[in-house]
């Protein structure tokens, strides 16, 4: 044993050794496959291959995150809804398209009301069917107001007009650092072409602005260019139209991807868009029917109170009006709906700009490292975990890291694209699972063929999941001991028939070992009929005394069980003698280079089957020692049996008898006889123990053994009596 303990304190520092070596090598193949995962992610992310997937997900976080902002209230609507388009029908008798003097009503209206400016989302190329002077009516209304953003269509060879007109004031809008910008810049901003309103109403606005937009990928407009180029001019979007017609002396300059008005700070991607940030599904933004503003505009000259009598809703706003009739054709899909109108994208280009929080995209670098680490650390944790329940729990927790990065990335104003990190999240766990397949799988299969014979298939289980509790050698550990051994044996052979004897014994050994397993036992080996098994090897057990004693308890009931069946089938009744001790033992493979046996040797073995072979002196069946007692509680009864002497042994062992309480309480008042006559016995008084004792023989087989007892020892010296029971054989 002391060669066990030294041989144990070395397995002990090698077995830290090799865990700090395993664990090494574990994190080395979980950062290898995390980079060969991010890196094959970015080469597909790197073609573009990602792009519709992506855009997509960002509709999902745009409609679920979208809400409005405190300058979400300054903009306002004016819509030429279906209701407006009846109205001017059934009460008025106007056809479509409608003359200009109603606009220049509308225009009107919010210079009466003061709002701050008024853009237009109508570009009108063709003169009005009801004559000049409608058109020069707009015209005057727009120059009287002063802060009116007409609109101007611009494409690719579209529009009449391939430079600015002469006839028209040149715009007078400058960013600053524009030229040097430009050059630098990837981005194709110029535009070929544009569509001018006509001159009585183009030359009397304060500026104007492109109204066409560019959809980004799958028709969607998630993008603005906030400028473009024509004749070497820069041309704002309608929105921004809105905020120079009201701050004409606005200051502009950009550098890097950043322009920036009034100190407002706007990202730009690398194609000179910004990211809108969308307040809501249509209409988040206060809108009013044209045709209500039309009447209360006639209805105040006419000095009647108007539809629209808050002032409130329109002073120091920022007016947009547009069409949102379906025959009008200005429904645009956004990532907030699809029926959403080209005037309210314009809307939240100047919300955001108010506001000052345009989405940008996330740093490419940024998206790399947190790629890469995510796939890292994700290979790690499943390898370092790749039970099924572990592996499970930590796959759903990686697949929502990238939802809930990306959303804590949009509630700071980034686009961080989600799908390249889903995409390698989910590469990493199948890689993973994969590689522990081939690795893992295969010490699994080894545990389970290495183990199956002698060992629960609990603790196998718990051995797969972690393998590493598994310390083979010369390990010291406290174990519970079980020995037993089938009583008369050797008559009950040479009764039997090879093939009978063979019978018997594996269908009892099988019965037996069951209820081993079932109470997490390991089973070291069979000797003939007789098993032994221990607990708390190779995993740590809590409460293993109890497993142990409930196993002997169970098997002893069911061979009561099957004793009729063999007495029937092999005319002899079967008895079962098991010892039980709990100690320190070494434990785990012993043997030579070429054969060995996961076993136990020390003391505390010994004891163990020095009890098994005790229960025959007293006649009875199941006894423990007081180490085994010591940690079972009150789960079961007990009886004390004696202070008993082993063969090659000095010092004494109190041994009990385990079993059921209801058992006990069937013979308690025998075993309350038996008790006094055990103290009588253990204080020398051998006269009384033996009249005590002889009351019960016939109801107590250890009762009789020790009256027989008390009568061979009559003639003892009692000088030095300690009350104890020698065994003579083992």
Request: charged letters at 25%; a negative charge.
């Amino acid at each position: 044993l002391q060669h066990v303990g030294c041989y144990s304190k070395k397995l002990n520092g090698t077995l830290l050794m090799k865990n700090v070596s395993d664990m090494t090598k574990k994190l080395l193949q979980g950062t290898v496959i995390g980079v060969i995962v991010a890196v094959a992610v970015l080469c597909i992310w790197m073609t573009g291959a990602f792009e519709r997937w992506e855009a997509m997900a960002w509709d999902l976080r745009v409609s679920f995150f979208a809400g409005p902002a405190k300058t979400t209230e300054d903009v306002v609507l004016i819509l030429l809804d279906q209701k407006s388009l009846d109205w001017g029908k059934e009460e008025n008798g106007l056809t479509w398209p409608w003359p200009r003097e109603l606009y220049a009503a509308i225009v009107n209206f919010c210079n009466r009301y003061e709002a701050k400016a008024l853009a237009i989302d109508v570009v009108f190329t063709e003169p009005s069917n009801y004559g000049v002077e409608d058109d020069q009516s707009f015209g005057t209304a727009a120059e009287n107001y002063g802060k009116v953003a007409g609109a101007v269509s611009f494409g690719d060879n579209a529009g009449k007009e391939k430079k600015w007109p002469e006839r028209l004031p040149l715009p007078d809008e400058s960013i600053e650092n524009l030229k040097q910008w430009l050059a630098a810049t990837k981005a194709d901003l110029v535009l070929d072409s544009a569509s001018m309103p006509i001159d009585e109403y183009a030359a009397k606005v304060a500026v104007l602005s492109n109204v066409s937009a560019r959809a980004d990928i799958g028709g969607i407009y998630r993008r603005m260019n906030l400028f473009s180029m024509f004749d070497g001019r820069p041309v704002f979007s309608l929105g921004m139209g809105a905020y120079l017609a009201a701050h004409p002396n606005a200051d502009m300059k950009i550098s890097g991807n950043i322009l920036e008005i009034d100190g407002k700070k706007v990202p730009l991607d690398d194609e000179g868009r910004a990211i809108l940030r969308y307040r809501g599904p249509t209409r988040t933004h206060k809108a009013f029917s044209a045709a209500a503003v039309v009447r209360s505009e006639i209805q105040l000259i006419n000095g009647e109170k108007p539809v629209l009598d808050n002032k409130r809703d329109f002073m120091g706003k920022y007016v947009l009006f547009g069409f949102s009739a379906p025959g009008l054709l200005d429904l645009r899909p956004a990532p907030v709906g699809g029926a959403y109108t080209g005037v309210e994208i314009h809307a939240t280009s100047l919300d955001n700009l108010l506001a000052g929080d345009f989405m940008k995209d996330a740093p490419a670098y940024a998206l790399v490292i947190i790629l890469v680490l995510l796939c890292i650390v994700c290979s790690i944790g499943g390898i370092l975990f790749p039970g099924p329940l572990e592996s499970f729990s930590l796959s759903v927790f990686f697949v929502m890291v990238p939802p809930v990065l990306s959303i804590l990335a949009y509630e700071r104003g980034f686009w961080l694209q989600v799908i390249p990190l889903g995409i390698g999240v989910v590469l990493s766990i199948a890689f993973v699972q994969g590689f522990n397949y081939a690795t893992e799988g295969r010490q699994k299969r080894y545990i389970k063929d290495a183990f199956k014979y002698y060992l629960s298939p609990h603790v196998i289980e718990e051995l797969i999941k972690n393998p590493d509790s598994l310390a083979l050698g010369g390990e010291r550990r406290t174990l519970s001991i079980f020995f037993s051994d089938i009583e008369g044996f050797t008559s009950i052979s040479e009764m039997l028939k090879p093939e009978e004897l063979t019978e018997l014994l594996n269908d009892f050994l099988t019965a037996m070992t069951d209820i081993i397993y079932d109470e997490y036992g390991t089973v070291d080996k069979y000797e003939g009929d007789a098993i032994i098994a221990f607990w708390n090897a190779p995993l740590n057990l809590n409460g293993h005394e109890q497993y142990a004693v409930s196993a002997a308890l169970r098997c002893q009931k069911k061979l009561k069980e099957l004793r009729p069946l063999y007495k029937e089938k092999y005319g002899k009744e079967i008895h079962m003698r098991v010892g039980l001790n709990t100690g320190l033992a070494a434990v785990g493979n012993f043997g030579s280079n070429t054969r060995f046996n996961y076993t136990m040797l020390g003391d505390a073995v010994n004891l163990a089957a020095r009890l098994e072979g005790a229960n025959k002196d007293f006649g009875i069946y199941s006894m423990i020692s007081e180490s085994t007692l010591k940690k079972i509680g009150d789960k079961f009864a007990v009886r004390e049996i004696a202070r008993l002497v082993v063969v090659g042994k000095k010092k004494p062992v109190t041994v009990f008898e385990p079993m059921y309480h209801e058992d006990f309480d069937a013979m308690k008042p025998v075993y309350e006889v038996f008790e006094k006559g055990l103290k009588k016995f253990y204080s020398g008084d051998l006269h009384d123990a033996e009249m005590i004792f002889a009351s019960i023989r016939d109801k107590d087989p250890a009762a009789a053994r020790y009256e027989k007892k008390c009568i061979a020892l009559e003639n003892t010296d009692m000088s030095d009596w300690q009350g104890l029971w020698v065994l003579t054989s083992k």
